[in-house]
């Protein structure tokens, strides 16, 4: 699910991974909106995310789970055995399915959940986040190209030094 706010924070939308989403939308009877349309909560989720990366009082994620409470719940829908927690129920609209995920999912993280690390892109004019699921927690960049582009641009800067 933090993947999902960190996608509708840095895209608007929640189609980049196209086929994970249409997957939860299809096994939690979510009909997609029209046209990805998610109002103001990409917003309010870049917003979220920014205060969390910063260490930043979590104005935003009061303000989620105010405004897409979570309806906590029991469910073993996928028929693995197993019971687990669903904070939005089936059928939900699409805006307020994914805001009630979210704002469950970010105040776990603020709360300090030590299974999920976010960060922010060190890429110059990159302002795109990220979960860091590295082994050792140090990922700096939101994807290979930033990392890559940054790495070029210091290689340039170098060189361009000492001759």
Not at 21 to 45: I, K, Q, S, W
Not at 68 to 91: A, K, V
Not at 138 to 151: L, V
Request: hydrophobic share 40%; with cysteine; proline share 6%.
């Amino acid at each position: 699910m933090t993947r999902l706010a960190v996608e509708l924070a840095n895209t608007g939308t929640l189609d980049q991974h196209g086929e994970l989403v249409a997957e939860f939308f299809t096994e939690h009877e979510v009909t997609p909106p029209p046209e990805g349309d998610y109002g103001d909560l990409p917003n309010l989720v870049r917003t979220a995310l920014a205060q969390s990366v910063d260490g930043a009082v979590p104005e935003a994620v009061h303000r989620l789970l105010r405004d897409y409470p979570p309806e906590m719940h029991l469910s073993d829908h996928d028929d693995l055995g197993g019971w687990h927690i669903h904070f939005s129920r089936n059928g939900t609209p699409a805006q307020r399915w994914a805001g009630q995920l979210i704002a469950a999912q970010l105040a776990l993280v603020v709360a300090g959940d030590p299974a999920v690390t976010l960060g922010r892109c060190a890429a110059i004019g990159c302002e795109n986040y990220f979960v860091d699921q590295s082994r050792n927690r140090t990922r700096r960049f939101c994807s290979n190209a930033c990392a890559s582009r940054t790495t070029v641009a210091a290689h340039r800067a170098r060189a361009a030094k000492k001759s």
